[in-house]
């Protein structure tokens, strides 16, 4: 027979032998289980600390970039440097005319404008583009032309998917208006 007293529980046995009733009095845990619990929880929480050190020793180097790209991220990117990059980035790269044309002003805006209009009929809303090809690029010379200008020579390597590489030569003429650099000219050679 079971019942619950005071959070205990008694269990009526019947001794074999001279068949009276002995009533033996355990707890739920016990002393002894309650020792087995509190061991089983301390090692749960020293295993706990020492996958938490773990997982703070592995992942250090993955915050460290992380703060880096940030303040990458968060970095001036109002350069001559920066925005010859950016807009190479963009049109050459990605060939995302559109994101260029935010990089660009003056004669470099008219030429993209008038690129965007050209592939305007052949790109189709909602149709997947040709994948294109993969470009690395070097600067090869920079010269400051005046405080507001700066001159940028490129070398870019273009590797399509099934062909040779092949080198083309950009120049970009950077230029400071109204605060901004922009790029103001791009010609390839």
Same mark, same amino acid.
């Given at each position: $027979?079971?019942?619950?007293?005071?959070?205990?529980?008694?269990?009526?046995?019947?001794?074999?032998?001279?068949?009276?009733?002995?009533?033996?009095?355990?707890?739920?845990?016990?002393?002894?289980?309650?020792?087995?619990?509190?061991?089983?929880?301390?090692?749960?929480?020293?295993?706990?600390?020492?996958?938490?050190?773990?997982?703070?020793?592995?992942?250090?180097?993955?915050?460290?970039?992380?703060? $880096?790209?940030?303040?990458?991220?968060?970095?001036?990117?109002?350069?001559?440097?920066?925005?010859?990059?950016?807009?190479?980035?963009?049109?050459?790269?990605?060939?995302?005319?559109?994101?260029?044309?935010?990089?660009?002003?003056?004669?470099?805006?008219?030429?993209?404008?008038?690129?965007?209009?050209?592939?305007?009929?052949?790109?189709?809303?909602?149709?997947?583009?040709?994948?294109?090809?993969?470009?690395?690029?070097?600067?090869?010379?920079?010269?400051?032309?005046?405080?507001?200008?700066?001159?940028?020579?490129?070398?870019?390597?273009?590797?399509?998917?099934?062909?040779?590489?092949?080198?083309?030569?950009?120049?970009?003429?950077?230029?400071?208006?109204?605060?901004?650099?922009?790029?103001?000219?791009?010609?390839?050679?």
């Amino acid at each position: $027979m079971h019942r619950a007293t005071g959070g205990r529980q008694q269990i009526l046995d019947r001794n074999k032998r001279g068949g009276q009733a002995t009533e033996h009095h355990r707890t739920t845990v016990g002393r002894a289980g309650l020792s087995r619990a509190m061991l089983n929880t301390r090692n749960q929480m020293k295993i706990g600390s020492n996958f938490s050190q773990t997982l703070r020793k592995n992942l250090l180097p993955f915050y460290i970039g992380l703060l $880096m790209l940030c303040l990458l991220a968060c970095a001036d990117r109002n350069t001559p440097q920066a925005v010859s990059e950016d807009f190479i980035y963009n049109y050459y790269q990605r060939a995302d005319q559109e994101a260029a044309l935010l990089l660009v002003d003056l004669l470099a805006a008219e030429k993209l404008h008038d690129e965007i209009a050209r592939v305007q009929a052949v790109r189709m809303p909602g149709q997947p583009g040709v994948e294109p090809p993969k470009i690395e690029y070097k600067q090869l010379a920079r010269q400051d032309t005046s405080e507001h200008q700066v001159l940028f020579n490129y070398e870019l390597t273009l590797k399509p998917r099934g062909t040779e590489a092949t080198t083309r030569n950009v120049v970009l003429n950077t230029e400071r208006i109204n605060g901004e650099w922009k790029v103001v000219n791009f010609d390839e050679y």
